[in-house]
């Protein structure tokens, strides 16, 4: 410590600790490169989530996010933020296991440095699981792709009309979201994926009750037709008719419209690329904790550096979740 | 640097502690100010956003300065990494003002894009610079 006090010193005097020779920055060129990467990623990430801000401000509606991620597996709904909640949890957890690899690193134990890298991998793999059922979920059970968004907005007040065309006492707030099913839907009854039936209207009270899809009797209706409390477009997707009663257009009977594009875009976009992220962090993970319990960076005897690196990159994923999660989920 | 190994541990148990609890806090406040904890109770959405930003980067700085170590770098290092950031303040400052801009202007592209034009009265060449043209146009 005492010689390092004599070298700061050294360098407000002069400036001879840049003159070459020495690390200004005290640390190694990995590290710093280390840094400099997750500085140019961060602004990618930064660029994808301000055209996401953009783009939602700049739409007169935007899907409720408690409205579309509200489903826990187990067929559970209604259940607004909890699933991405545990999601990040889970890469929470595995910020910790990595900070406590890399302390074990610190202190050259290898036996604790592969313990805790393994726990860091498992959290990395469950996020993983938790994504893809958060994607499955989306695409097979609720139907949304990169360019189809079944998640609309009403811009004003109204009710649904009734099988028979009169108006029901099915009424909706404006900014209330909807889902617009799907006639036929082709893999209906598999296992435990009822997505389809969730009470599609209600973002709000969500007592209306499930399976009204059913009682409209979905499953029977066909593509490219027109009832009269429905049109069903030629992809299948439901249409429901509903009588505005407030503003503008009161009184006019209007069907259902799909969300903006961009949402499902984006979305598939962002946390695809997140995933992605966090995919090459657990196959790095991976070979980096072999290398450990190999014994190569016991030789190297420089405190597991790598295993430091590592750790970098894997909080930046955490740290880039945090702000994912703030944008897509919380607000 | 400067902390022993029992001193570290307890720190990063420490620190996931409160972002755990941050994390809950987040969550809890966004289901209460959009309504699902207390019937009627709803903030609006600034409000919502305002707090959520702050925790946001209250856990940000915990995962860098605490997790990732910044807070032990030299100021050298730590400057060439968070300074550049700040340019994100003006990236999103300058978009969302876009952002709205699209949003206010959505009629008059609408109508301008419907408009229909006479092709014979497109201005041609040379001929843009007839002052008669640019006005029919």
Redesign the interface.
């Known amino acids: 410590m005492g010689s390092d006090t004599a070298v700061a010193h050294h360098v407000e005097d002069s400036n001879a600790v840049w003159d070459g020779g020495k690390s200004p920055m005290k640390s190694s060129y990995g590290k710093l490169m280390m840094w400099y990467f997750l500085l140019s990623d961060a602004f990618t990430f930064a660029g994808f989530l301000i055209a996401y801000g953009t783009l939602r401000v700049s739409m007169p509606t935007w899907p409720v996010p408690d409205f579309v991620f509200q489903s826990l597996p187990g067929g559970i709904h209604n259940a607004p933020l909890i699933f991405v909640t545990i999601m990040t949890f889970v890469l929470l957890f595995s910020s910790f296991t990595m900070v406590r690899a890399v302390q074990e690193g610190k202190r050259e134990n290898k036996r604790g440095v592969v313990i805790w890298m393994i726990l860091t991998i498992i959290g990395g793999a469950a996020f993983l699981g938790c994504q893809a059922w958060e994607w499955t979920t989306l695409i097979k059970g609720e139907h949304m792709s990169v360019t189809t968004n079944p998640f609309g907005t009403h811009t004003a007040a109204g009710a649904y009309l009734n099988k028979d065309g009169t108006v029901s006492n099915e009424t909706f707030e404006a900014g209330e979201s909807y889902l617009m099913h799907m006639a036929h839907a082709d893999d209906h009854g598999h296992g435990d994926d009822h997505a389809d039936d969730h009470g599609g209207d209600h973002a709000d009270d969500g007592h209306h009750e499930e399976g009204h899809a059913d009682s409209y009797g979905v499953y029977n209706l066909e593509k490219s037709k027109d009832y009269p409390f429905a049109t069903v477009d030629e992809r299948g997707y439901i249409h429901r008719k509903f009588k505005v009663t407030e503003g503008d257009e009161d009184g006019m009977v209007k069907t259902e419209q799909f969300g903006p594009k961009a949402f499902g875009a984006l979305f598939f976009f962002i946390t695809g690329f997140h995933g992605f992220h966090v995919l090459s962090g657990v196959i790095f993970l991976i070979i980096i904790m072999l290398n450990v319990a190999s014994g190569l960076y016991e030789k190297r005897k420089n405190e597991y550096e790598m295993v430091e690196k590592m750790g970098l990159y894997w909080h930046f994923v955490d740290l880039v979740w945090i702000f994912v999660f703030l944008v897509f989920y919380l607000i | 640097m400067g902390h022993s190994?029992e001193e570290?541990?307890s720190l990063?148990?420490k620190?996931?502690l409160i972002?755990?609890g941050i994390?809950?806090a987040?969550?809890l406040f966004?289901?209460l100010g959009?309504?699902?904890l207390i019937k009627g109770v709803h903030f609006p959405?600034w409000l919502?956003?305002i707090v959520?930003?702050v925790m946001?980067i209250v856990?940000?700085y915990l995962?860098?300065f605490e997790?990732?170590h910044m807070k032990y770098?030299?100021p050298?290092?730590a400057k060439?990494?968070l300074l550049?950031?700040l340019l994100?303040v003006w990236?999103?400052i300058a978009?969302?003002q876009?952002?709205?801009a699209?949003?206010n202007n959505?009629d008059v592209v609408k109508e301008r894009n419907e408009k229909v034009v006479d092709d014979s009265l497109k201005p041609q060449g040379m001929l843009l610079e007839l002052p008669e043209l640019k006005e029919n146009y």
Do not use: H
Request: no cysteine.
């Open positions: 190994y570290s541990k990063a148990l620190t996931i972002l755990g994390t809950i987040e969550v966004a289901l959009k309504g699902y959405l919502i956003a959520m930003i946001s856990k940000a995962v860098v997790f990732m770098e030299v050298a290092l060439t990494v550049p950031t994100l990236g999103i978009f969302f876009e952002g709205s699209w949003r959505r």
